[in-house]
């Protein structure tokens, strides 16, 4: 397994759904930041299970414990440990999966790579997981925005119904107004409609999430091989779900010609910009100073609460139905995880660029 | 910098566009496998310059030397150097951007980044550099041919024309029997005549490559933060003027239901294997023995031969206009990258899984 | 910070001496190995403080508890969280340091290099870091133990007191039996003697730990910079007071010829071994079957209970004296410290080898 | 293999003593530090064999290219590649060990790991390979010297014969005014005499280098796992032939008490310094601002000129006797080498403490 990402500002996690705990450690934060758990517990908060009627009913509290590397309200350098002690788990909602494998989940896969196996919740594999990184993410914002870098992300699209507005029309105050985590009440309510239909159906549905990184300073970025895009990619596509990351002008650019495509630059009071900016924000790996944004594809949640044909570890056929208490579309409260594991990236490509 | 890739089979790249020499140290490579400098030779023909109408007309030879790691025509386990010697640069036709930067380049960022910048040619930022990839992938894929897995990659898209017949229905054996890399010829003459095109009106224009991997066991890839679909998005990624990647369903995959995406396992003669195939052959970031397939998107290329308005160093309006020989699209010459970093992440994870 | 340790076989590790919990996570332990909490507590309890009238009188308990990666008894594949609780810490004791730094501590490095400091117990440089390395190297001496790979340690000298036995004519069985860890019972009680008079006098002293690890296949070890001694070398002068290190012939293999240093091959039974093991069991970095033996030199305490004079933050001499409970000689707990990094080492090794 | 050192300034090797080049890439050198291949050179001169009558009298002129990463005479933050193509060597030399062990060598090892094995002059375990290190050690100097940061080693030890001089009273200055490169002209004379003998009688014997690092400003070195100090030992350890490593008061350090070891702290016109240095300028792992120094010891040389019995490839026994042209004794060449990777460890931890 390989249970750490990043090179300076590095985190390192473990913990199954339904075991003691699950926990991160930062190593590489770097000492004087101020940083209290109810900082971090806001941001857990925005991706907790059973916050509206549009995800998993599951109640978990997620309360956020600092064990180490802060003291008197600041970090001290030193690694930075957060626990998260599990509670209402029900593992009894997982026993029918104990020895089958749900369709498009880890189950297969994990039985034949590990052999021993903790079925329940999902145990490692399971997206309980990501609540380590919005925590990790949470002192990675705190940092950022020490400099003046902002990170907000939103769903853009859900099902077939995309937004059409341009990111700089709309205004990210509101994207905590709504359930649904988009910053135009319009489509929100949209959005709200199909996933809450979804749900009735007993069925799951996909979605988009745009993120948008102002403030970010010329210079982050570290080619040949740690481009910026390409870790933030990497980071979004260790999402659960997610099936695609493009940034800038992305799968569309490629229709484009050159001529069009290319971003001029201008100077407006002896300061450089662009013109245009389907760069993204980044040219050749390297911040250039404009916009960075992007856009992550997440595919219908697996666990559906139709019955389903599958196989067991016999390689028997067997019916399978969801149990327990799931989300009907994963984007609302993936908004934070999005955010979060920007800040990671960014912060840790800060801290190299120094 | 970080111009290292690969955790066990690790390539460690080096050189300028227009410098003495650019080579490739991969660590890491298992002893035993025959290889020799001609293999490695077939594999960069492929990529090289001036190869096609619808290339650059820059003559590069790129011979490639092997200084270590080979004696007796098999690899010793020791660290394997690769090297091209650079001839036939122009460095001339780069003297007007010495203290320029083109639009959408990586020209102004390596300016604010480094400092100190080789200019010619683009120096590091060039894609050049992706002949070492070419280079170091051919052994990845032979090392991949002894275990029958197997690598595909071609043109999908160019511009607004995209194939729409599936993968499973294209003889891939066609790829090289056109210079567009596409292995329907119908879709290939269409593709050929748009880059001829954009080439006339001294413009550039986009594309989409498709890659195939067939044959890979179960079990390679390293979750959390290595899963198989994160390492090759960030491979993808990589790769100079590519926008976005997805794998298996993609973007689309956002608009369909879970009772629908839901890969479900079917058993054929004792072998389990899935009904359709969303997932793309990876669930939980670990491969499931089916099909792997993912699509990358390119830009179109920057350098266009037509005048544009742009900034120097001083702050100053320029006008700059693409000297030399350059491609009018990068996808025919990009398939085999794609291949090679596929090839290259591929290998290495499944040595990280031994 | 850099609180990482191993490649495949990786720890990370957290905590301050007197913060709420201390811990490390173990990253790429195989799945299958049976293992308890009751294994881990065994050699933790060796280290323990308060075992012995030689050893300092602190009492902590240091239960270890077990939070991931372990279900049913077996390491599932997935990190292994291990916690052990902050109990009984006197932070009063150390309130006097709060703003000076004690001689030959890292007290005014830390305070240099990180500003904000959590002084108390010494913080993250406090050697309770240990326990974290003793609670890995349980697992892997569990791991090692199932391939006929042992690892022994033992006081070998204590202030100008050496031991002038050959470690062949030693019986390990018998390093448990007395209080300074040494397996020769006349040797065992010089040493006692010279500790506890050390003690008597608030003054501390040295020592020397000789390793030798048996059974070790040919074959491990990662030439040119992981080489087999050059990894225990590091790990041994992570520990806390090392002042060196040696393996087979070590500073005295300096006065030898080479016709006398050389060890020869032979062959018994068709088994090859060689005569001497100067070598130490390793040539070229990689181990070559024979016995793996070296020595680790471990300075005096550099806590005293006699009054000191010394400076605080603000550049002004102060006078100090040692409060608290330390240990005369840290050799005697160092002895499971020692056997610990010796086995993260050789499984690491070990598996990235396979 | 692992043939990578250093986590920011990181170098790269590759290379068979026989093959056609050696060669080392350095990824993440800042930019803007002036470097030309001559002095380069001259710091290979330093190590080169021929270079007197007490070491090898085998021709290299090990002539150093700079293929990338140097532009105008200036580092531009890309990787550098240094590259010394093999010439002189005499391959028939070694026919004779193509199937049999040299006693003391990592020959058999090589064969057991790696089975294909160039044995032509040791191939990748041959003491060659340090020829990339001094080269890399040539810019790492450099980058220190602009920071005061002065690194000198020098024989301390041949034989049975020490110096008994504290380093701080011998002059530096006249190192290399001898060819055993000790700064005392009397203990000079005594260790030529040492190896001369050893040579005449066709044998080898060992010495010890002593290396001094004067003006390394406080807060460098990374605790927990990349304190200072480890790192310096694990790279002296990798050096062939070395088989210990003590820094400060080392092994002899064991034996004095903590109430006479301890370094107190004065204060000098504000500056802070210590009165003794029994830890060798680093506490915690951190550098505290005071003269680093550290002692390395090497072996005798395996290869005699003197018959010996062995064994081959199968099993059977052989007579060896060593061919061609080989050192005496190590230490007058790893003097730069000793002084070069100290240079890479200073640079790296430099680098990481920014």
Same mark, same amino acid.
């Given at each position: 397994?390989? #249970?750490?990402?990043?090179?300076?500002?590095?985190?390192? %996690?473990?913990?199954?759904?339904?075991?003691?705990?699950?926990?991160?450690?930062?190593? *590489?934060? +770097?000492?004087?930041?101020?940083?209290?758990?109810?900082?971090?517990?806001?941001?857990?908060? $925005? $991706?907790? +299970?059973?916050?509206?009627?549009? %995800? %998993?009913? $599951?109640?978990? #509290?997620?309360?956020?414990?600092?064990?180490?590397?802060?003291?008197?309200?600041?970090? %001290? *350098?030193? +690694?930075?440990?957060?626990?998260?002690?599990?509670?209402?788990?029900?593992?009894?909602?997982?026993?029918?999966?104990?020895?089958?494998?749900r369709p498009s989940h880890a189950d297969f896969t994990y039985e034949k790579k590990y052999g021993a196996r903790d079925y329940r919740g999902g145990g490692r594999s399971s997206a309980r997981e990501t609540a380590n990184w919005v925590a990790a993410g949470a002192i990675a914002k705190k940092f950022l925005n020490s400099l003046d870098i902002n990170i907000n992300a939103y769903v853009s699209k859900v099902g077939k119904c995309q937004i059409d507005i341009d990111y700089k029309k709309l205004d990210f105050s509101k994207i905590e107004s709504n359930i649904v985590r988009c910053p135009d009440n319009n489509f929100a309510n949209k959005f709200i409609k199909i996933i809450d239909n979804a749900r009735k159906n007993k069925d799951t549905i996909g979605g988009i999430i745009t993120c948008v990184i102002k403030g970010c300073p010329v210079g982050i970025g570290e080619p040949i091989f740690n481009k910026l895009h390409a870790e933030l990619g990497k980071a979004m596509l260790s999402i659960n779900a997610v099936k695609g990351f493009e940034y800038g002008s992305g799968f569309k650019g490629v229709e484009m010609f050159g001529s069009k495509h290319n971003d001029k630059f201008q100077i407006n009071n002896g300061k450089v910009s662009t013109k245009s900016n389907f760069s993204g924000g980044i040219q050749g790996g390297i911040s250039n100073g404009e916009d960075i944004y992007f856009k992550v594809a997440f595919k219908p949640v697996s666990t559906i609460m139709k019955k389903q044909k599958s196989i067991n570890n016999d390689n028997k056929e067997v019916i399978i139905q969801g149990k327990g208490r799931h989300d009907p579309c994963v984007v609302p409260r993936a908004v934070p995880i999005v955010e979060s594991m920007a800040a990671n990236v960014i912060t840790d490509l800060y801290l190299q660029s120094q």
């Open positions: 397994m390989s #249970n750490s990402f990043g090179k300076i500002f590095k985190i390192s %996690t473990y913990g199954e759904s339904h075991g003691l705990a699950i926990g991160v450690i930062i190593d *590489g934060c +770097p000492s004087g930041i101020s940083i209290s758990s109810e900082e971090i517990q806001k941001e857990l908060d $925005r $991706r907790k +299970p059973g916050q509206s009627k549009i %995800t %998993t009913q $599951r109640k978990e #509290n997620d309360k956020i414990k600092i064990l180490s590397g802060v003291y008197n309200g600041l970090t %001290t *350098g030193m +690694p930075i440990s957060l626990q998260i002690k599990n509670k209402n788990q029900k593992s009894s909602d997982y026993k029918h999966i104990s020895n089958s494998f």
